[in-house]
């Protein structure tokens, strides 16, 4: 587990070493964001701010997983593959938006055959590494088979994953800070895992009986897949040093869809696709409350929210922005800390190996 901290602490550092420079070059090639016109009137003084800060999460997170990994598990290099897909999908979009100087970028269908592309690849790694299409529902106990129904779900988990994280990156920090805390738990899952399998593993005898084997693998893809984590926590962290307030960075959609399929992907190869609700409790309620403000309005001609996603609303009722962050952080952590538990009960259940 010392190789996952240290990708943590290297993709930090990368990420801290690396931003000034980054933020330069954005500069540069004018590379600014642009403010929805039906947005906060007070975010208008961030018209211009660097943009497509994702691409340092990606590259930094990288880095740190290449330089660590043990090249074993095919799990971690295609969650990997999915955060750059989703991050070359928002990156295509943030690039739009910077060359015709408005906030409409990508068209939706693009973005959607985007990331039913992306799914089909899990979907297919899924498929070869004999991934279970059972999900385990918590609390009851108890595995709901599926059957060709999970992929589809797959494809919803991408597609929910993505546009919740991208529409929680309202405010300067808040993306970046929910989404360190998600890859926490998935760290965190990940470490309990890799104990559970390395525990099951020595207490195969003999070593070389053909039973060891899925020990073996199932340990190594764990591993790999806590390195990735841990790395795009630390490149979360790290990023975090220049997107707090006042943002001197945006993440972008390049780093919010990359980090929303990075959650989703964990989600699949964790076997935690009902506890990715939960984990991304703050980013699900973003997405309601967009959901029922536009349900709400083109019905009943109303709107339930002073404004949507729900961040906004809590701006329109005089909260700083540093207040809102720092308690969706705290909701958030709260979401996660049930999730790891629920997790963690799962193998406290099967007892030692």
């Known amino acids: 587990m010392t190789h996952a901290l240290a990708a943590a602490v290297l993709a930090a550092v990368l990420s801290i070493v690396v931003g000034p420079r980054f933020i330069v070059l954005l500069q540069r090639l004018r590379a600014g964001q642009t403010i929805r016109e039906d947005g906060p009137a007070h975010h208008k003084a961030k018209q211009g701010t660097p943009t497509m800060g994702g691409l340092l999460i990606i590259a930094s997170a990288t880095l740190a ?116 805390l998600m890859l926490l738990v998935y760290t965190g899952m990940g470490v309990v895992a890799y104990q559970y399998f390395q525990r099951s593993f020595h207490r195969c005898h003999p070593i070389t009986a053909v039973q060891c084997i899925p020990a073996l693998i199932e340990r190594d893809e764990s591993l790999d897949l806590t390195i990735l984590a841990a790395a795009l926590l630390g490149a979360c962290i790290g ?31 964790t076997k935690t696709e009902l506890l990715l609700p939960i984990v991304a ?29 729900i961040h906004h609303h809590f701006e329109m009722k005089a909260w700083s922005e540093t207040r809102i962050m720092v308690r969706f952080w705290i909701v958030s952590a709260l979401c996660v800390g049930a999730a790891f538990v629920l997790f963690y009960v799962r193998f406290k259940e099967y007892g030692d190996p």
Request: proline content about 2%.
């Open 65 to 180: 997983f290449l330089a660590l990994t043990s090249r074993t598990g095919t799990r971690s290099w295609a969650v990997l593959a999915t955060v750059v897909g989703c991050g070359a999908i928002g990156f295509a979009d943030d690039w739009l938006k910077v060359v015709r100087k408005r906030s409409l970028g990508l068209r939706g269908r693009w973005k959607l055959i985007g990331q039913a592309l992306i799914a089909a690849g899990i979907s297919y790694v899924a498929h070869r590494q004999h991934i279970s299409t059972s999900v385990y529902v918590p609390v009851l106990d108890r595995h709901l088979a599926l059957g060709v129904v999970w992929y589809g779900l797959v494809f919803l988990m991408v597609l929910g994953a993505t546009n919740a994280v991208n529409l929680t990156d309202g405010l300067d920090g808040l993306a970046a800070g929910v989404s360190t």
């Open 239 to 269: 990023f975090l040093w220049y997107n707090s307030y006042p943002a001197d960075v945006f993440m972008g959609d390049t780093g919010s869809l990359a980090l929303g399929g990075a959650v989703a992907g964990f989600a699949v190869f």
């Open 281 to 309: 409790g703050v980013c699900v309620v973003e997405a309601l409350s967009v959901i029922v403000q536009v349900i709400s309005f083109k019905r009943f001609g109303r709107r339930v929210f002073l404004m949507a996603p």
